[in-house]
Structures are given as C-alpha cells and as structure tokens.
C-alpha cells in the first residue's frame, strides 16, 4: 500500500462536447462539477512501481456553475496554459503550475456550449454559445471579435489545425459550418447531411486530400450540395477532411475542396458480452471523434452502449472498423462515452482518455487498443465510509448517486480498484455497516428508507428488508439479537442482527436470515423493559459497544441513552448536548488500556464533541437510571455541526471527527489537545474512516463530491479555523440566482437525461434539485437537516377556490355562426386586456337555451318554414312520414312545441352546447329543469364539476343520493386543495371521524383538534394522536411553547417540560423546571433547574441561579455550593484575582468580616437554615453522589471554580459534622483540582481561606493514632508546605508584599502546563519550563533577613521530603520518557518511509531492514544527544517493564493521594540556600542533594543534578 495521499474526484460533467483535454508530457485534465481536476500521467505521476501511472495532482477552483467546456493550450512553451467555460457566463485562462485564472471575460450573455483553444495561433480561445454567438478572443492582446453566423444552438467547434483563420461549428439541427473569422466570420462551406445534433468534429491531422483515396464518384448517391461563396483564392483550395459525429447514429466524413461529403460510417449495434441489448441504449448515444495524429486513415468514435470503435478509412466501402479491448472482458465503458483525448507521454506512448457516464475515466494504449488503467469517480455526496472489519483495507463508500464503492485500498497492482454495486440501490446510499465476522457481507440504507444486505463477492442483486423506514435510513449497526428475534430456537437465531436508525425517529432490528420477514421496532422493548409511559424520544443514532453488551441511543433532543441487553434496560441518560446527536462511536477495546473501553465519544448538530466514560455507571448497574449532566472530556474548536467521529485503532484516546465547517480533526482526548486539521475538502464533511492498517491514514468524504486519503503527520495546521469558515458563505453566495439580462430558455437536449429509464447510476441532481442537471452540478442537494417537517397548518392554509367560469361578452355575434347540425365552434379565450375592459360592462345573463334562441333568429323564409312543419306534425292525424320526421329531428327546437319526447330532444342537444362551450353550470341546470337529478349529480361528480348549489339541491333526490353526493363533493374538494371545507361537509354528513383524519392528513392540526374536542368524547383516543402528532411537528420546527402545549393538552407533561428545556436557554430552562415541578416529575424537575442554574452562572447571574435552585428541594446541597461559589468569587474579586466582575451578588454576599469559613457557615446558617448536625450530614449525603472528572489545564475557569467549590462545600459540611475524615478528603481534592489545571492562585487562596492558620487544626482533630486517611492528610500538608515554599522563594526576589500578589499572578500561566504534565508523570519536554519556573531573578544584595515564620516554614519543609514520594514520581517519569521515546522512534520511522515511497519508491531492502535501519539512525542521534539513553528497542522495554513492576509495588495509600513533585521541592530548598545562606541547614540540603542523586537520572532532572550535586 503507497503511503501517498489520494483522491477519489467527482464525475466528469456530461453531456458537454469538449470538457477534457490533454497536452504532451502527461497532464490531463477534466470538468467536473463547478472546478477542473488535474491528473499526472505517465513516469512523472511519481505513483509506485507496479501500479498504474498516474495521479491527481490538483483542482482549479473557482467557477460558480457548471463547468461546460476545458481546452489545454497545444502551443510548446504554454502547455501550462488552459481555458474553460462555465454556466456562470465566464470563459477563464488558467497557469495549471500556480492553479490561478491569469483572465477572464463574460462576454457571452447566454449559456456556453463550446471551447476550443485554436492549434493554430498561441493567444486564440474561441468559444460559442446556445443562442448561436460566437466570440474569439486574443489573449495577448486582449481583443476580442463577436460573430453571429447563424440563429441556431451551438452544440461543438473546432478550430482548424492547419489554417488559423478556419473553425467548423456544429449545431443542435445537424448543420455544420466553417467560417473565416478574418472575414468577419464569412461562412465558407455549409456541410448538410445530418439531420441530428453534431456531438463532435474532428480535423484530418494532415492537410490535403490525398491521405484518403475516396474517387469524385464515391458516394454518388448524395447530391451536390450548394455552398457558400467558393473563390479560387479562398484558404482551402487545396481542401482538407473534416469528421463530424451526430446523433443521428452516422459519422460523415467530408470533403472542403469539394464542399460536400465523401463517406458516411453507421454506427453498427453489437450485442453486449454478458445480456441482451439494452432497449434504451438505442435512444442514448454521444458520438464523439478523435483523428489520431499522423494516421488520416484511421478514426477513433464512440458508439451505443460506451464501445470504442477504430474505424478504417481506406476501404471506406467496407465499412471495417475494430473493437477496443475485444479480448478483455469487462475492459469497456459501460455506458455512453462523451470526450476522447490523446496524450503522449514522456516515454512517447500514444494514449487515448476517454470520459463517460458510467463516472469511470479510461487510459486506453493506442498501440494495442487496450485499457491501461481505470479513475473511477464520485457522481454524488460521500455520505459514508466503512472498513470491512474482516477483509483489513476493504473499504465501503456510500454515493449519493445510488451506487456502492467497495475499495481495495490494499491493492498492489492497481490504486484505485474500485467495484460498483448498484443493484437494487436506486436512491442515495446514506448509511452502510459490514458484519464483523461474516466475509463479504455489507449492509446498507437508503435515503428513501431502504435497507438491504449486498454480498460483495458475488454478483447476485441484494437481499431487501421488507420493512422499510419512512424516511431517511441514519445508521446501521450489527449487534445481539433481543426479544422476539432472541427468543427462537438456537437453529432459528441468527447471532447477530442488524439494528438500522431512520428519519422518522425509529430503530427497527432486522433478521439478516428472514429479511422477508418483519422488522421489530426496539421501543416496544424498552418501553416493557423499563415502564415507560411518556412518550420515548426521537431516535437519531444507534451504537454498540464492542462486547455486544450495551447499546447506545442517540436522541433529536440531545441526549443520549445507555441500555444493557438482554432486554435493553435503562441504565444511564447523558444529558450533554442539547441538539440532534449525529454521532456516537466506542472506544475499541484492545488498547495498552482497557479501562478505555468504556470511552463514548458523541457528536451533535453543536460543534462540541463530548467524550464520556462509563465504567463506573456499567459495573454498578444501578437499579434506577442515572442521569449524567458532566462529560469526562470535552474538545472545542469546530465551528460548525460534527457530523462523524472515529477512533483511531491503533492508539488509545485518539479520535477523528468530521465536521460541517470542512475540516476534519484529529484529537488527543485524554488532554483534550487538538493535533492536527485537514483542510483539503472544498466542502462541508460527512463522514470520516481511520486506516485499520496504517495508524498515519484516515480517509474523508463530503459534499464536495470527493473522498480523501490523508496522512496525519502532512497536515500544517493543528486546529480548526475559528470563525465561519468561507465555506457557508460561498455556498450561501453560489445558491443566488445569478441575474441575467435576457430569461434563458433551458435547452431540453442538453439534458437528455431527465428523459432516461433510472437504472441506479444516474445523477442524483437530476431527481432532486431545481439547479443544472449536468452531473450532479446543482448548488442546493436537497441534503440540508434532513430532517425539516411539514410546515404546522397555520402557516401552510390553503385559501378556498371555486371554479371560476368565463363567459364569452357578445353572445349575438355567434348566433349566425351557428347551424342546424349542431357542430358549435368553441369560442377562443379572451387576452387579459379584452377581459379586464369587459368586465368593466355590465353583462346581460345568458340564455338557458341559446341554440334555440338563435335559430328563431334567421330568416323569414326559414321561420316560415318552421311553422308549416310544426302545423304538419301537431294536425296530421295520421303517422307522420318520414319527410316530416326528418324535419323534426332536424329542427330540434321545435321541441319547444310539439310532445315531451321532442323536447327532451332540444334539451339534450343544448346540453351538449353548453358543455362544449365550457359552461357546466347551465347544463346542470337544464338536466334539472328535465328531473333527472341523480344524474346529474354524477355526470358532475365524474367530470369534477360538483357545486354547492348542486350538493344543496340533493336531498331532492333522497337521503342515500344526498349523502353520496356530499362524499363525491368533499374528494373534489380535496383536489382542489380546499380541505377544510371539504372536512365540513363531512362533519354536515355525521362524519366526524373522517372529517378530523382528512385535516390531520393535509397538516391543518389546529382545526382538527377543534372539530375532535367539539364532536368527540374527551377520553377518545384520537384526540391523544392529534396533539401527539402537531406537537412532535411543531418541535422539529422549533415551535417549543406551542409544543409544550399540545402534550400538556395530551396529558403528557413530562413531554412538555422537556421541549419546553430543548431551546437552553435560562428563561426556557426555569419554565421547563417549575411545569415538572407542578405536574410532579420531580427528578426532571431537578435536572432541568440546575442545568438553569449552570447557565445563569455563565453570565454570574448569582441571585438568578439561587432562584432557579429553588425550585426543588433536593438541589439544596447545590444552593449551599452555589452560595460558596458565589462568596469565594466575591472574595477573590475583591483582591483583584478573578477574570470578571458581577453586579447581581445576593445581599449576604456583602459582608466580609471574619474567617472566610465563618462566613459560609453564617450565611447557610440565617439563609438555609442550616443549624443541627443532622442537616448537615443530610446535605453531606446529597452532594457525596455527585462526582465531576479530574481538571486538565484546558478546564473553562468557571467550570474548574464550580467543582472545586463542590469539594469546599463537601469540606465544610463535614467539618460541621464532626466528619474530620471527608474533610480532610474534601480539601485535598479541591487542593489536587486547582492543582491539576495549573491554578496556582486558587490553589494558594484555597488554603488562605480555609486553612489560614495551615494543618495543625486538622491534625489535632484527627488525633495521634493512624487512620485510613493519615497519607491523605500528610498530602494536603504537603501542598501546604509546597505553596508557602514557592511564595517565600519569590519573597527573596521581591522584598516589597505589594508586589507579591502580582508575582503569583503572573506566575499561574506559566506554570498551568507543568502542574498538568507533573500530575500526568513528568515529560521530557518540562526541563526549559522548570528552569524558568525556579530560577527567580532578582537582586541577591537586598535584605534577606529571615523572620521566625521564614526559618519555621524552611525547617517544616522536611516534609516533603518523602523517600517513597520520590521513588514512586521517579518511576511515574522513567515510564513517561520511555513511552515519548517510542513514540518518537515511531513517528521517525514513518516520517522516513513516507519521504522514501514518495521521493524514489519503496525500499529495495524490504520493510523489516528499513524499520530497523531507521530505529537504529534514531538511536544514534539520542545516544548523541544523552549518554543514558537506552540503545536498543529492547533495553527500552525492559527499562519500562521494571519502572512498572517498582510502581506495582507500591502500597494504595501512596498512589492513590497525589503529593507536590519532590525533586522540585529539593531544587527549590537548594536555591533558596544559594541565595541566602545559612537559610537552610546542612542536613537538608546534604538530603535533597542525597534524593536528587538518587532519583534525578531522568532526562528533566538530569541537567540539575550536574549543577547542583558536582
């Protein structure tokens, strides 16, 4: 495997005639979306022996739409040089070396179809445009000439490789033109044959046409066809050949000399190897040309299904052509090819590079047709990455463009073997998952809900899950099966199910072994298991630890669920993040530290990750859930959503997270230390995937269409970019309809797509965005949340419509138009204009019967005639005959005289007018005028013409006819969008049930309940569902108080409280606090006020955060350590030690006399009440079960002050309890916090506060007799000595105590590091930081008189002295440094093996002799710079197998109490002798010279020990 970067690009844009190109030397580039890439090929690639030679070396960025067309410069000296034309309206010169635009014009002021870069002369880009413009522009001197040869749509031109004044256009229509732009683009010949688009042109690369032996007779079958204006002088006299490609499935060969064509090629159908034909290939054809160089009798073309054809041009009657890569299977595109470009290489091999829309991109040797190689592409959003976990470097990517990639990244031979699955897919590929053990077997989801399982290794379509989600599948995961699938048999059990996470918020467990059968939605378990009643949260995310014991359950409101199988109890809630959660990963369990298995990192629509550790909460297994409010790390710097967090498998607490302000991010999480960022995506990132094999490898995607391999160690930057990234904005920017002089038509045929079959392999842009259809180039891919609901029916109403009926003014101007025979003309729809002046008049009604009325309108001697047969047909006594029956029927509107039969008659033929004419209305009311209601009634219900009138005049026909009628009603109603007066006349029909589905159905919530609550009974269960329903909407959309409502209006108030808290905010918190409070969730209740309280104390709201904390009485232990808090701040504000002043302090925290510890006691006594040990011990209990992880010196100062107040308030309480052992507990784990986040200060003013007087007070209490908690307290002495050390020391420097405190102050920044890094066992890296830290400067000749406190405090110092301390921290240092030095060795041997794959290929001496050679040149390099270094991997292991086992050996107490460094405390002593002598007596210094001999051997002592102990 090459340790070089790689990238897996976006597809080539299709449909477009020139949009890639080559240039000699090996650089090849191709339009993809709205940039070009860049790729290197040939010997220069610098790609590894025995792969494939080539690379993508770069992109040129900086387009806004779709890139239509690219062109290299073919001119020696400027083959850096290339155009490329874009839907935004620009042509743009790009240097490929600097990747910058050197100029731009936007001359064009429609879509740009063609390209060309002429041969011919160096500076001359020409380009065409759908309207038919064409512009030539000189670079050099930047000139441009516009040309309008015809009004047709440009589809391809090519500028002549032999003439510089010669380009041939070709247009949608199948004309071809070649015009001499010197002539101000007079047309030379128009080339007639094609009756298609011309898809390609190609120039015979040799002037002349004596290349080719076509007679004058040839084709004597096309006539003549007349050119343009033909001098004898014109520049083609001596003519050349020219290829042109159509659509129309020919390629015609022709002549310029002659001006017609010579040879006509049919494409031929072959069958494809492996099926049938394709009944849509023969509609779907590109047919593109290249006329390979020095070969005018050979032509290259596409043809129907992605085959390449090498056609011989010699026997033109024979139409011989060969296949490309007839031998190889497979070798082919397999779908049409759209551009064809040479390239020769700098070994001289002829190349062919073919793009098609199968979104691979072929190198095909010219010598032997064969394929060389294969880039495959990207034609959507990476939307997931996944290892297989059995086939190591089997790498699974799912496209937005409805196919799998499986990736072989192993591969020696090839490093892009790639396979595509798209069977079955047909939709956005979302999620992917592979069975842990079962080879080969990937699961996968869909954004249209599906999930499926693919077998890898063979080509049989996949097995689908018959339940599918509603909305978007989110995750996959594979863990132990539980109730029901648990409960068969062993035979019937699988031992493993799949677990999928949807849209709709549902994780269903599926069968892999009966996908047929029904997936089971895990809530019903939970809900039994646990007895839940509320309604569950909204699921988001589903993981399972590695050991199949817990699963994890991330929730839309932020939290996060821990359950334990068999049947998913509930053993822990995360309440940390407060948006949807994106991400949830394990730590992986085969680490130097398994503890760290428990590790849970979880990423959310905030840009904060949270790590948490859940050991302690797993091996309890409490009877109750336990709600966890403080994660154990927390990582800041993205700036936008984490969409996936990874860690990696070969460290312990390293991880990788993806995000939404295009970064990836690796972190150190034990120190919360951000190591490296990876900036390569130009888009926001989706998913992020560790190498299994290489720890320096991690692999990327996103919304850019790409996916990345990186290596860590080559990233420059270290963090995320703070601010808003230019990402969001430019996609904000880019999504603005760029403003254009004239509304461009959007030409059909350049998007023929939109017409094709979807087979799984079609752009996904094409099905969802309203932006340009090329490949996937639209700015918007519909992939924002993916979560958005409907709209809540308050803002979606829709207004009610009637069918609105125009009615033609001059009825009488027809009349005359009007025959017998009854053949009506229908009168043409007025223009706007006539209409709004003839509504202005005042309009007569229409007649009910104008056929009849008209024709009593004609002639006399017609109305005459009227009466005679009238007066035959009503005295004739006998029959009448057939003459006059003849008459009747002719002249129906007799009927208005004679029998009801004949009137019947006249009534039907005017019913016939009138629907005709488009006036329903009126035929209604004839029919009813007849007495036939009931039909009526349903010719109009099946013509949609129903009216109210109509409807109120039913029940004239009886009950079952009314009653049908208002159902027809309500259904055409609904067509018509008018759903809430449809729901009316339901309800008008008793059909109450009906009417409120049918508004819920449509989203009108509001009305709905309205109807329920007005017709129903309260307890029906349908009301429950409809507040259900429009809350869960209304919370998606951020409407929390109406939401809150409607679950409190569905007897669900836990719900309520819980949207109400979503939005965070203080005010939203409180109110959340007091409704659990009022409807009695107590326990959400409290949870909902302190995080109010945590929030008010970010602004130091104090009072505010008092206020919130009295909403239950079980945060009063809380109250008491806010009350601490809030005094200590005060305390430290006025001696000008905090950040930050406050204005809201509460009024007892005005007081500041007496002992800091009075005080507090005073305060909880008058303001809580705080008086009998009772109070206090119950208190002490309440606070005791609260724990928060250890600082690190990245802690936010409020929170650190926060904790370390908790563990003051637990002092104190004990203290008042008469419980001297918690105490003691207590103050140490304040002293070891402040301690531990490099907080000198606070540490110093701890126990200024609490213990002015130092520790005899406590030792006194404690009594003589050793206790459990004596090495505790020996501890806390320690840090007590250590502190009133360093402030003596500095004392020596500056006599003045003004300036003292200043000197502490500036003192804590430089010192945060070093107290971490002791705590953790000291680094290498801490000797210039020590230095600083204990070299004062300051004058020795001041006053060093030493007062009786001083000499006390000097000879007490012996207490540090600790032989056991020193043994055990000097093992902790020895373990640090040997474990930095493996590191180092490490990440130099990977270093040099990445500089040697990429600079001369891999080792010829193999892998094993370069590890060791490279271990052995840094061994040389340390045993230079320290003697003591061990020389060999070996002796370093053995060195730290033997620091391990001296701290095995040390007894808890010594380990589990942290105590100050005391080789630190020794240099401190021996400097304060230095500068003033006879300070300190001989026997302590002759003893910390003794312990730093002895224990000062590693590297960050090492220095001082020479100094000190010559």
Not at 55 to 70: K, P, Q
Not at 462 to 491: D, R
């Amino acid at each position: 495997m090459g340790q070089e970067p790689r990238t897996l690009p976006p597809s080539p844009n299709w449909y477009c005639a020139r949009c890639s190109d080559a240039v000699p030397g090996g650089l090849f580039g191709f339009a993809a979306r709205t940039s070009v890439f860049l790729v290197r090929v040939g010997p220069g690639a610098g790609a590894i022996p025995g792969t494939p030679p080539f690379r993508v070396i770069g992109e040129l960025v900086g387009h806004t739409e779709r890139v239509s067309g690219f062109t290299f410069s073919h001119h020696p000296g400027q083959y850096n040089l290339c155009a490329t034309s874009s839907d935004d309206g620009t042509v743009k010169i790009w240097d490929v070396e600097t990747k910058a635009v050197v100029t731009e014009h936007a001359l064009h002021q429609h879509t740009i179809s063609a390209l060309h870069w002429s041969p011919q002369v160096k500076d001359l880009i020409v380009s065409g445009d759908e309207k038919g413009v064409v512009f030539c522009y000189w670079l050099n001197r930047n000139d441009i000439q516009h040309l309008f040869i015809e009004p047709r749509t440009i589809f391809c031109l090519t500028c002549s490789p032999h003439h510089e004044d010669l380009v041939a256009i070709g247009y949608k229509d199948g004309i071809v033109v070649i015009i001499d732009i010197s002539k101000k683009g007079e047309v030379i010949h128009r080339l007639r044959g094609h009756d298609d688009e011309i898809h390609s042109i190609a120039w015979c690369p040799l002037p002349g046409e004596d290349c080719l032996s076509i007679s004058q007779e040839e084709n004597s079958e096309e006539p003549e066809i007349p050119n343009g204006k033909v001098t004898p002088q014109t520049p083609v006299a001596k003519g050349c050949y020219l290829a042109t490609g159509s659509k129309d499935q020919t390629i015609r060969i022709w002549s310029c000399s002659r001006g017609r064509g010579v040879m006509v090629l049919k494409l031929p159908f072959l069958k494809r190897r492996g099926g049938g034909i394709d009944p849509t290939i023969k509609e779907r054809l590109w047919l593109t040309l290249h006329w390979p160089k020095d070969q005018p009798t050979q032509l290259v073309s596409s043809c129907f299904g992605g085959e390449l054809l090498l056609w011989d041009l010699t026997q033109s009657w024979r139409r011989k052509y060969t296949l490309f890569s007839a031998s190889s299977e497979g070798q082919n595109h397999s779908r049409i090819v759209f551009n064809l470009c040479p390239l020769q290489t700098e070994d001289d091999k002829q190349l062919l590079l073919s793009t098609s829309m199968d979104r691979d991109v072929k190198c095909w040797d010219m010598a032997t047709l064969e394929c060389c190689w294969s880039l495959p592409s990207l034609g959507g959003f990476a939307y997931k990455l996944a290892f297989s976990p059995v086939d190591m470097g089997c790498l699974a990517i799912g496209v937005g463009d409805g196919m799998i990639r499986v990736w072989n990244t192993l591969s020696i031979k090839n490093n892009y073997d790639v396979k595509n699955f798209w069977q079955g897919v047909k939709s956005k590929v979302t999620a992917l998952s592979w069975h842990p053990t079962k080879e080969g077997c990937l699961a996968f989801g869909t954004d249209d809900g599906k999930v499926g399982l693919y077998d890898t290794y063979s080509n049989k379509p996949p097995q689908i899950s018959s339940t599918y989600h509603k909305k978007t599948v989110y995750t996959l995961a594979w863990g132990p099966p539980l109730p029901p699938i648990s409960l068969g048999g062993e035979g019937d059990r699988p031992s493993l199910t799949l677990y999928s996470c949807g849209g709709e918020g549902i994780v269903l467990q599926h069968n892999p072994w009966k996908l047929s059968g029904e997936a089971y939605d895990i809530n019903k378990l939970i809900r039994d298991t646990n007895s839940i009643k509320y309604k569950l949260p909204v699921h988001t995310e589903v993981s399972w630890k590695a050991d199949g014991k817990i699963m994890a359950l991330g929730n839309e409101d932020g939290s996060i669920e821990i359950f334990q199988v068999p049947n998913l109890k509930l053993i822990c809630t995360i309440q940390q993040h407060h948006k949807l959660v994106n991400t949830i990963s394990w730590h992986h369990e085969h680490g130097s530290q398994p503890e760290l298995s428990y590790l849970m990192a979880s990423g959310s629509n905030n840009a904060v990750i949270y790590v948490h550790n859940l050991k302690t909460v797993i091996e309890s297994n409490p009877e109750s859930p336990v709600t966890i409010t403080e994660p154990y790390r927390t990582l800041l710097g993205h700036t936008a959503k984490i969409t996936s967090v990874a860690w990696s498998p070969h460290h312990d607490g390293r991880l990788v997270s993806a995000s939404y302000d295009g970064t990836a991010q690796v972190w150190d999480v034990l120190r919360e230390e951000p190591l490296c960022n990876f900036r390569g995506h130009r888009g926001r990132l989706l998913c992020v995937a560790w190498s299994p094999l290489d720890p320096d490898c991690i692999y990327s995607g996103a919304d850019d269409f790409c996916v990345y391999k990186w290596l860590t160690t080559m990233q420059e930057h270290s963090r995320p970019p703070q601010g808003k990234k230019s990402i969001e904005l430019e996609k904000k920017r880019l999504s603005q309809p760029k403003p254009k002089p004239k509304k461009k038509k959007k030409p059909i045929s350049r998007a023929p797509v939109k017409q094709e079959v979807y087979d799984g392999n079609e752009d996904e842009s094409i099905r969802e965005s309203s932006g340009p259809v090329e490949n996937g180039v639209s700015d918007q891919e519909g992939e924002e949340e993916a979560r958005e609901p409907e709209l809540p029916s308050g803002i979606a109403s829709v207004a009610s419509r009637e069918p609105v009926t125009c009615t033609p003014v001059s009825v009488g101007s027809e009349k005359s138009k009007i025959t017998v025979n009854n053949k009506v003309t229908v009168l043409k729809k007025e223009s706007p204009k006539e209409k709004s002046e003839s509504i202005t008049k005042k309009r007569k009604a229409r007649s009910m019967l104008p056929l009849t009325t008209s024709l009593d309108h004609r002639s006399k001697e017609e109305l005459h005639q009227d009466c005679l047969v009238l007066a035959t047909a009503k005295h004739s006594k006998a029959e009448l005959n057939e003459d006059v029956s003849a008459d009747l029927e002719e002249r129906f509107h007799l009927g208005l005289f004679t029998d009801r039969t004949a009137l019947y008659r006249m009534i039907e033929v005017e019913g016939k007018g009138h629907l005709e004419n488009g006036h329903p209305e009126l035929f209604h009311q004839l029919m009813f005028w007849k007495g036939d209601l009931k039909g009526v009634l349903q010719t109009a219900a099946e013509r949609g013409e129903l009216t109210d009138s109509l409807v109120a005049m039913a029940p004239v026909a009886g009950y079952h006819v009314w009653l049908w009628a208002v159902e027809a009603f309500a259904k055409q109603l609904c067509f018509q969008d008018q759903y809430v007066k449809a729901a009316s006349h339901l309800l008008s029909i008793h059909k109450v049930y009906e009417a409120v589905e049918l508004l819920k159905s449509n989203h009108f919530y509001r009305e709905a309940i309205a109807v329920a609550k007005a017709r129903l009974r309260p307890e029906d269960p349908i009301l429950k569902d409809l507040y259900l329903t429009w809350g869960s909407i209304l919370e998606k959309d951020g409407h929390y108080a109406v939401a809150a409502k409607c679950y409190l209006g569905a007897a669900s108030a836990y719900d309520a409280a819980k949207v109400l808290s979503k939005k965070g905010d203080a005010a939203s918190l409180r109110t959340a606090a007091e409704l659990a409070s009022v409807v009695g969730e107590n326990e959400l209740s409290s949870s909902l006020a302190l995080r109010c309280a945590q929030e008010l104390l970010l602004v130091q709201n104090w009072v505010g955060a008092q206020e919130a904390l009295k909403l239950h009485e079980s945060l009063k232990g809380q109250r008491l350590v806010f009350c601490l808090l809030e005094l200590l701040s005060k305390h430290l504000e006025e001696r000008q030690l905090s950040e930050g002043k406050s204005s809201s302090y509460n009024v007892w925290a005005a007081g500041t006399e007496g002992p800091f510890v009075e005080r507090v006691t005073a305060v909880w006594k008058s303001t809580f009440r705080l008086e009998t040990p009772e109070q206090y011990q119950a208190a002490l209990e309440q606070l005791q079960s609260i724990k928060y992880p250890s600082a690190t010196n990245n802690t936010p100062s409020k929170q650190l002050l926060l904790h370390i107040c908790h563990d003051l308030t637990l002092a104190v309480l004990s203290q008042q309890a008469a419980s001297w052992d918690a105490a003691v507990e207590a103050l140490l784990h304040a002293v070891v916090r402040s301690y531990d986040s490099g907080n000198f200060t606070i540490m110093q003013e701890v126990y200024s506060a609490f213990l002015p007087e130092g520790c005899d007070h406590l030792r006194d209490k404690l009594g003589e007799h050793q206790s459990p908690i004596t090495p505790a307290f020996k501890s806390l002495e320690a840090f007590f000595i250590y502190g009133r050390l360093y402030e003596f020391w500095w004392s020596l420097s500056r006599p003045c105590p003004e300036s003292s405190v200043w000197v502490r102050a500036a003192h804590r920044k430089t010192t945060s590091a070093e107290q971490s890094q002791q705590t953790d066992g000291a680094s290498p890296q801490e000797t210039d930081t020590k230095a600083s830290r204990t070299e004062p400067s300051g004058p020795p000749e001041l006053d060093l008189r030493l007062t009786e406190e001083s000499e006390q405090m000097l000879i007490t110092c012996k207490e540090l002295f600790s032989e056991k301390h020193a043994s055990l921290q000097n093992s902790q240092r020895t373990v640090a440094e040997v474990q930095e030095t493996l590191a180092d060795m490490i990440r130099q041997h990977q270093k040099s093996q990445v500089c040697k794959s990429t600079a001369n290929g891999p080792d010829k001496n193999g892998p094993e002799q370069v590890a060791e050679r490279s271990l052995s040149s840094l061994q040389s390099q340390c045993s230079q710079e320290e003697k003591n270094q061990p020389l060999s991997l070996p002796d370093l292991t053995k060195r730290l197998t033997e620091a391990n086992e001296r701290i095995a050996k040390f007894p808890e107490s010594v380990k589990l109490w942290p105590f100050p460094d005391v080789l630190e405390c020794c240099l401190i002593l021996l400097h304060v002798g230095a500068q003033c002598p006879g300070s300190v007596t001989p026997d302590m210094q002759q003893r910390a010279q003794e312990l730093l001999q002895k224990y000062g051997n590693t590297k960050v002592y090492r220095r001082y020990c020479q100094t000190f102990c010559p």
